[in-house]
């Protein structure tokens, strides 16, 4: 039987994904609460707007850019990113 | 400040969603393990394959039939649909 469905929680229960794997590969599917963070990655990963948009200031970028629901980017492994929400989002983010 | 971030969980954790509420109105994301589920609805239900692929057999229908990745189905409220899951699949569920 595949593994279960964990659920992590981040940043005091703003942010919250659920870990899942197929044929896509490895993934988590959440949302995150209106607020600015920061993350860090360990793999690429690629992050796709599912509901909502996210304002994204990418590794060595200096603007900030707004994604919308189908959107997506790509921030390569053990890079920081910083993220502004205006508005409950959901996301998909693939790990490669 | 906005609601939280409820996590819920079905057939015996098989499978867990996450509520929120957005400018595209209320919803939850989610995932589904493998497995075959009978869903019934309250409200009209607006469902996208976020990742995997759904098999659905729609409310007076006959035959299954599979949505892929950015595909969605419609289900009126007060009316039950079937699901086969055949990979861990991630979903958007709006609601109306």
Do not use: H
């Amino acid at each position: 039987m595949s593994k279960g469905l964990t659920v992590n929680s981040y940043f005091e229960d703003q942010v919250k994904s659920i870990a899942l794997e197929n044929q896509e590969g490895v993934s988590t599917v959440g949302a995150m609460m209106v607020g600015d963070y920061e993350f860090a990655t360990s793999k690429k990963e690629y992050m796709t707007v599912v509901s909502g948009e996210l304002t994204v200031k990418l590794p060595r970028e200096n603007d900030w850019k707004t994604f919308s629901k189908g959107e997506s980017f790509i921030v390569e492994a053990n890079q920081a990113f910083s993220v502004q929400v205006k508005q409950t989002t959901a996301y998909l983010c693939r790990y490669e």
